[in-house]
């Protein structure tokens, strides 16, 4: 019954979504995602008939956009660590509903957010929010253009794959930058390249030399 006033609620009110297919266990859905074109936006109860969903994400690899629903809260850490876009819980209010298919419509394949973790607690933080991820002391931590400081779980081996290149660069090992947070490049003493950001960052980031010339290119053909 959820299924179907869903699909009508999303029928209502987004004119541009086709409706390809629904299924209410973890078997009909992997058998479909094997076999057909993945649809660009899977809405995924948890609690199927046969198990979880995250038994399919095992099973498949899922490259769609996922938006998570249940009655549940409990689920909402494991969701995003499996990559969800959105976590919704029943009953779906309209309005939520439609800032999670905006956040599939702003997709293009890299991550739209970025998962941090207090305790219990998980809290996504917007791409468009994120001014810069540096590491510090083995930790890696994400800092806001409002300057609050995050610490978070993934690598920035990880998160520089997943990141729109065209917003986003490493510049060393240790920085990845937002476009939008450089202020200025200076050269220091040596020659190095340093990139100057906002908010202004705890440490003095240089351009590592093996990466500069990528930096400059990627400087002069951003939009």
């Given at each position: 019954?959820?299924?179907?006033?869903?699909?009508?609620?999303?029928?209502?009110?987004f004119?541009?979504?086709?409706?390809?297919k629904?299924?209410?266990s973890?078997?009909?859905?992997?058998?479909?995602?094997?076999?057909?074109?993945?649809?660009?936006?899977?809405?995924?109860?948890?609690?199927?008939?046969?198990?979880?969903?995250?038994?399919?994400?095992?099973?498949?690899?899922?490259?769609?956009?996922?938006?998570?629903?249940?009655?549940?809260?409990?689920?909402?850490?494991?969701?995003?660590?499996?990559?969800?876009?959105?976590?919704?819980?029943?009953?779906i209010?309209?309005?939520?509903?439609r800032?999670?298919?905006?956040?599939?419509?702003?997709?293009?394949?890299?991550?739209?957010?970025?998962?941090?973790?207090?305790?219990?607690?998980?809290i996504?933080?917007?791409?468009?929010?994120?001014?810069?991820?540096?590491?510090?002391?083995?930790?890696?931590?994400?800092?806001?253009?409002?300057?609050?400081?995050?610490?978070?779980?993934?690598?920035?081996?990880?998160?520089?794959?997943?990141?729109?290149?065209?917003r986003?660069?490493?510049?060393?090992?240790?920085?990845?930058i937002?476009?939008?947070?450089?202020l200025?490049?200076?050269?220091?003493?040596?020659?190095?390249?340093?990139?100057?950001?906002?908010?202004?960052?705890?440490?003095?980031?240089?351009?590592?030399?093996?990466?500069?010339?990528?930096f400059?290119?990627?400087?002069?053909?951003?939009?």
């Amino acid at each position: 019954m959820a299924r179907e006033q869903l699909a009508n609620v999303l029928k209502t009110n987004f004119s541009d979504i086709e409706i390809v297919k629904m299924t209410d266990s973890v078997a009909g859905s992997v058998e479909y995602l094997g076999n057909f074109p993945q649809p660009d936006v899977i809405f995924m109860d948890i609690e199927l008939l046969d198990g979880n969903a995250f038994e399919i994400f095992r099973a498949v690899d899922i490259k769609s956009n996922v938006i998570m629903t249940t009655a549940y809260d409990s689920w909402a850490v494991k969701a995003f660590e499996e990559g969800s876009v959105d976590y919704l819980l029943k009953p779906i209010a309209l309005d939520r509903l439609r800032k999670a298919v905006g956040r599939c419509r702003g997709k293009s394949g890299f991550k739209s957010l970025i998962t941090i973790r207090y305790s219990n607690r998980v809290i996504p933080i917007s791409i468009d929010r994120t001014a810069y991820l540096f590491s510090d002391n083995k930790a890696n931590y994400l800092m806001t253009f409002g300057g609050e400081k995050h610490l978070v779980d993934s690598t920035l081996d990880q998160l520089e794959k997943e990141l729109d290149p065209n917003r986003f660069t490493r510049i060393s090992r240790g920085c990845i930058i937002n476009r939008q947070a450089l202020l200025s490049i200076d050269k220091d003493r040596m020659g190095h390249l340093v990139a100057r950001l906002q908010p202004e960052s705890p440490f003095e980031f240089t351009v590592a030399r093996p990466r500069t010339e990528a930096f400059m290119n990627w400087i002069k053909n951003c939009d």
